[in-house]
Protein backbone atom coordinates (compact mmCIF):
# COMPACT_ATOMS: atom_id res chain seq x y z
CA UNK A 1 0.00 0.00 0.00
CA UNK A 2 1.13 3.63 -0.84
CA UNK A 3 1.62 5.15 2.87
CA UNK A 4 1.96 9.02 2.15
CA UNK A 5 3.31 10.59 6.02
CA UNK A 6 2.60 14.07 7.28
CA UNK A 7 5.18 15.32 9.61
CA UNK A 8 2.61 16.45 12.06
CA UNK A 9 -0.93 16.09 12.64
CA UNK A 10 -1.97 18.95 14.63
CA UNK A 11 0.03 22.03 14.45
CA UNK A 12 -0.36 25.54 16.47
CA UNK A 13 1.69 28.42 15.70
CA UNK A 14 1.93 32.32 15.96
CA UNK A 15 1.91 34.80 13.37
CA UNK A 16 4.39 36.19 11.49
CA UNK A 17 6.41 32.72 11.95
CA UNK A 18 7.41 30.57 9.15
CA UNK A 19 5.91 27.36 9.23
CA UNK A 20 7.10 24.55 7.33
CA UNK A 21 4.89 21.67 6.57
CA UNK A 22 6.35 18.19 5.69
CA UNK A 23 4.93 15.59 3.91
CA UNK A 24 6.79 11.61 2.51
CA UNK A 25 5.60 8.96 0.64
CA UNK A 26 6.99 5.74 0.01
CA UNK A 27 6.36 4.48 -3.46
CA UNK A 28 8.68 6.56 -5.45
CA UNK A 29 5.89 8.49 -6.58
CA UNK A 30 6.77 11.26 -9.55
CA UNK A 31 4.27 13.68 -8.31
CA UNK A 32 2.94 15.57 -5.23
CA UNK A 33 0.56 17.84 -4.18
CA UNK A 34 -0.53 20.24 -1.45
CA UNK A 35 -4.12 21.14 -1.28
CA UNK A 36 -5.59 23.09 2.07
CA UNK A 37 -9.25 21.97 3.07
CA UNK A 38 -12.15 24.26 4.51
CA UNK A 39 -15.39 23.87 5.21
CA UNK A 40 -17.94 24.58 2.95
CA UNK A 41 -14.62 25.03 -0.19
CA UNK A 42 -13.47 21.79 -0.36
CA UNK A 43 -10.13 20.88 -1.40
CA UNK A 44 -8.06 24.03 -2.84
CA UNK A 45 -4.85 22.99 -4.65
CA UNK A 46 -1.55 25.26 -3.65
CA UNK A 47 1.66 23.85 -5.24
CA UNK A 48 2.27 20.69 -7.21
CA UNK A 49 4.99 19.10 -8.20
CA UNK A 50 6.51 16.40 -11.26
CA UNK A 51 9.58 15.79 -10.56
CA UNK A 52 12.49 17.08 -8.15
CA UNK A 53 13.05 20.58 -7.55
CA UNK A 54 10.12 21.67 -10.08
CA UNK A 55 7.00 23.16 -8.72
CA UNK A 56 3.85 24.44 -10.40
CA UNK A 57 1.27 26.87 -8.37
CA UNK A 58 -1.93 25.15 -8.21
CA UNK A 59 -5.19 27.72 -7.23
CA UNK A 60 -4.09 29.61 -4.45
CA UNK A 61 -0.69 29.78 -3.87
CA UNK A 62 -0.68 33.10 -2.41
CA UNK A 63 1.53 32.95 1.09
CA UNK A 64 2.81 29.64 0.29
CA UNK A 65 6.20 28.42 -1.05
CA UNK A 66 7.51 24.64 -1.64
CA UNK A 67 10.73 22.71 -1.93
CA UNK A 68 11.11 19.12 -3.27
CA UNK A 69 15.03 18.21 -2.92
CA UNK A 70 14.27 14.86 -3.23
CA UNK A 71 11.39 12.79 -4.46
CA UNK A 72 10.16 11.19 -1.39
CA UNK A 73 9.75 14.60 0.25
CA UNK A 74 7.52 17.95 -0.62
CA UNK A 75 7.88 20.59 1.72
CA UNK A 76 5.19 23.68 2.30
CA UNK A 77 6.13 26.40 3.62
CA UNK A 78 4.17 29.47 5.15
CA UNK A 79 6.71 32.39 4.68
CA UNK A 80 5.44 34.77 7.27
CA UNK A 81 1.88 32.86 8.94
CA UNK A 82 -1.26 34.56 9.25
CA UNK A 83 -4.79 34.01 11.17
CA UNK A 84 -6.47 33.14 7.55
CA UNK A 85 -4.22 29.95 6.84
CA UNK A 86 -5.54 28.23 9.75
CA UNK A 87 -7.07 25.11 8.09
CA UNK A 88 -6.13 21.69 7.30
CA UNK A 89 -3.38 20.91 4.65
CA UNK A 90 -3.15 17.91 3.02
CA UNK A 91 -0.86 15.86 0.97
CA UNK A 92 -0.95 13.84 -2.20
CA UNK A 93 1.18 11.83 -4.58
CA UNK A 94 0.85 10.13 -7.60
CA UNK A 95 2.53 7.83 -10.19
CA UNK A 96 3.17 9.06 -13.81
CA UNK A 97 1.48 7.25 -16.16
CA UNK A 98 -2.03 7.29 -17.56
CA UNK A 99 -4.46 9.70 -16.79
CA UNK A 100 -6.36 6.99 -14.74
CA UNK A 101 -4.05 7.38 -11.76
CA UNK A 102 -5.49 8.21 -8.46
CA UNK A 103 -4.07 10.27 -5.86
CA UNK A 104 -2.84 8.66 -2.55
CA UNK A 105 -3.43 11.35 0.42
CA UNK A 106 -1.75 11.66 4.02
CA UNK A 107 -3.75 11.74 7.37
CA UNK A 108 -3.35 15.67 7.11
CA UNK A 109 -2.24 18.67 8.92
CA UNK A 110 -4.63 20.81 11.14
CA UNK A 111 -2.67 24.02 11.43
CA UNK A 112 -3.77 26.56 13.77
CA UNK A 113 -2.06 30.43 13.24
CA UNK A 114 -2.74 32.26 16.60
CA UNK B 1 -12.19 24.20 -17.21
CA UNK B 2 -12.62 21.11 -15.93
CA UNK B 3 -15.37 21.55 -12.76
CA UNK B 4 -17.47 18.92 -10.81
CA UNK B 5 -20.46 19.72 -9.27
CA UNK B 6 -21.89 17.97 -6.16
CA UNK B 7 -25.61 18.58 -5.43
CA UNK B 8 -25.82 18.79 -1.64
CA UNK B 9 -23.48 19.87 1.05
CA UNK B 10 -24.89 17.29 3.41
CA UNK B 11 -26.77 14.50 2.97
CA UNK B 12 -28.88 12.51 5.90
CA UNK B 13 -30.54 8.52 5.23
CA UNK B 14 -31.34 6.45 8.13
CA UNK B 15 -29.32 3.04 9.03
CA UNK B 16 -30.44 0.94 6.13
CA UNK B 17 -31.63 3.48 4.09
CA UNK B 18 -30.40 3.87 0.22
CA UNK B 19 -27.07 5.98 -0.17
CA UNK B 20 -27.44 8.51 -2.71
CA UNK B 21 -24.73 10.93 -3.82
CA UNK B 22 -24.79 12.82 -6.62
CA UNK B 23 -21.81 13.95 -8.68
CA UNK B 24 -22.08 15.88 -12.41
CA UNK B 25 -19.04 17.01 -14.17
CA UNK B 26 -18.96 19.99 -16.21
CA UNK B 27 -16.69 18.73 -19.85
CA UNK B 28 -17.97 17.09 -22.92
CA UNK B 29 -15.41 15.02 -23.43
CA UNK B 30 -15.90 12.42 -20.30
CA UNK B 31 -13.19 12.18 -17.86
CA UNK B 32 -11.69 10.14 -15.63
CA UNK B 33 -13.67 10.09 -12.86
CA UNK B 34 -13.11 9.21 -9.06
CA UNK B 35 -14.92 8.74 -5.12
CA UNK B 36 -13.00 9.46 -1.95
CA UNK B 37 -14.00 9.47 1.46
CA UNK B 38 -12.89 11.06 4.40
CA UNK B 39 -13.97 9.78 7.69
CA UNK B 40 -13.08 12.78 10.59
CA UNK B 41 -9.71 13.65 10.99
CA UNK B 42 -8.24 11.73 8.43
CA UNK B 43 -6.66 12.21 4.88
CA UNK B 44 -8.91 11.15 1.94
CA UNK B 45 -9.57 7.58 0.97
CA UNK B 46 -10.23 6.35 -2.61
CA UNK B 47 -13.47 4.65 -2.66
CA UNK B 48 -13.05 3.74 -6.43
CA UNK B 49 -12.61 4.77 -10.47
CA UNK B 50 -14.01 4.79 -13.78
CA UNK B 51 -11.67 5.06 -17.00
CA UNK B 52 -13.00 2.78 -19.23
CA UNK B 53 -15.12 0.15 -19.96
CA UNK B 54 -17.85 -1.17 -17.64
CA UNK B 55 -20.33 2.18 -17.17
CA UNK B 56 -20.95 0.45 -13.57
CA UNK B 57 -18.04 0.47 -10.95
CA UNK B 58 -17.46 -1.32 -8.01
CA UNK B 59 -15.66 -0.09 -4.81
CA UNK B 60 -15.00 -0.80 -1.39
CA UNK B 61 -17.32 -0.82 1.56
CA UNK B 62 -20.46 -1.92 -0.53
CA UNK B 63 -20.19 1.30 -3.33
CA UNK B 64 -20.40 1.60 -6.39
CA UNK B 65 -21.00 4.47 -8.84
CA UNK B 66 -22.46 4.63 -12.63
CA UNK B 67 -21.00 6.16 -14.94
CA UNK B 68 -24.03 8.20 -17.58
CA UNK B 69 -22.27 9.84 -20.80
CA UNK B 70 -26.17 11.69 -21.67
CA UNK B 71 -26.49 12.64 -18.17
CA UNK B 72 -22.28 14.11 -17.37
CA UNK B 73 -23.07 12.17 -13.87
CA UNK B 74 -21.31 9.88 -11.68
CA UNK B 75 -23.54 9.00 -8.81
CA UNK B 76 -22.50 6.81 -5.62
CA UNK B 77 -24.69 4.68 -4.36
CA UNK B 78 -25.13 1.99 -1.48
CA UNK B 79 -28.27 -0.19 -1.30
CA UNK B 80 -28.19 -0.10 2.38
CA UNK B 81 -26.26 2.39 4.74
CA UNK B 82 -24.18 1.64 8.17
CA UNK B 83 -23.07 3.62 10.71
CA UNK B 84 -19.77 3.57 9.95
CA UNK B 85 -20.21 5.24 6.85
CA UNK B 86 -21.06 8.85 8.28
CA UNK B 87 -18.20 10.42 6.25
CA UNK B 88 -17.50 13.19 3.61
CA UNK B 89 -17.56 12.49 0.33
CA UNK B 90 -15.74 13.67 -2.43
CA UNK B 91 -15.73 13.56 -6.37
CA UNK B 92 -13.71 14.11 -8.27
CA UNK B 93 -12.33 14.40 -12.26
CA UNK B 94 -9.29 14.45 -14.83
CA UNK B 95 -9.86 15.12 -18.64
CA UNK B 96 -8.78 12.10 -20.61
CA UNK B 97 -4.80 12.42 -22.14
CA UNK B 98 -4.31 15.13 -19.60
CA UNK B 99 -1.32 13.35 -18.28
CA UNK B 100 -0.95 13.95 -14.61
CA UNK B 101 -2.90 17.07 -13.98
CA UNK B 102 -3.90 17.39 -10.38
CA UNK B 103 -7.33 15.92 -9.45
CA UNK B 104 -9.99 18.58 -9.82
CA UNK B 105 -12.45 18.27 -6.86
CA UNK B 106 -15.94 18.92 -5.70
CA UNK B 107 -16.65 20.72 -3.05
CA UNK B 108 -17.91 17.47 -0.96
CA UNK B 109 -21.30 16.18 0.49
CA UNK B 110 -21.54 14.86 4.58
CA UNK B 111 -23.70 12.13 5.02
CA UNK B 112 -24.86 11.47 8.04
CA UNK B 113 -26.40 7.75 8.86
CA UNK B 114 -29.04 8.10 11.73
CA UNK B 115 -29.98 5.20 13.80
Known amino acids: DVKVTQSSRYLVKRTGEKVFLECVQD?????MFWYRQDPGLGLRLIYFSYDVKMKEKGDIPEGYSVSREKKERFSLILESASTNQTSMYLC?????????????FGDGTRLSIL | AQSVTQLGSHVSVSEGALVLLRCNYS??????LFWYVQYPNQGLQLLLKYTTGATLVKGINGFEAEFKKSETSFHLTKPSAHMSDAAEYFCAVRPLNSGNTPLVFGKGTRLSVIA
Open chain 2, 27 to 32: SSVPPY
Open chain 1, 92 to 104: ASSSTGYSNQPQH
Open chain 1, 27 to 31: MDHEN
